[in-house]
């Protein structure tokens, strides 16, 4: 365990708080856990944000194709609701 300088006395420091700054922390700040490999491509956070924001570049400009409008057409005996009967 580490000790004090001689020169700090701990009466001298005042009474500690806990979580003081823990909700100003967590508003500037967005921790992610990134996998082994994912980290080993972006070793930094300036590097993975800026990956981040290629993608989202990309992302909005992208066309995005529209899937096309299929109309299915029932056959003639089960439009007229006609049936034979077996």
């Known amino acids: 365990m580490t000790s004090m300088r001689k020169s700090y006395r701990r009466q001298d420091l005042g009474v500690g708080v806990r979580g003081k700054h ?21 070793p930094t956070s300036a590097a993975v944000n800026d990956a981040l924001k290629g993608l989202l570049k990309v992302a909005r400009t992208a066309k995005v194709p529209r899937a096309a409008t ?17």
């Open 22 to 42: 823990a909700a100003a922390y967590q508003q500037g700040t967005n921790p992610v856990l990134l996998q082994p490999e994912v980290a080993a491509a972006f």
């Open 70 to 86: 299929v109309r299915v057409v029932p056959p003639k005996s089960a439009a007229r609701g006609s049936r034979k009967a077996r």
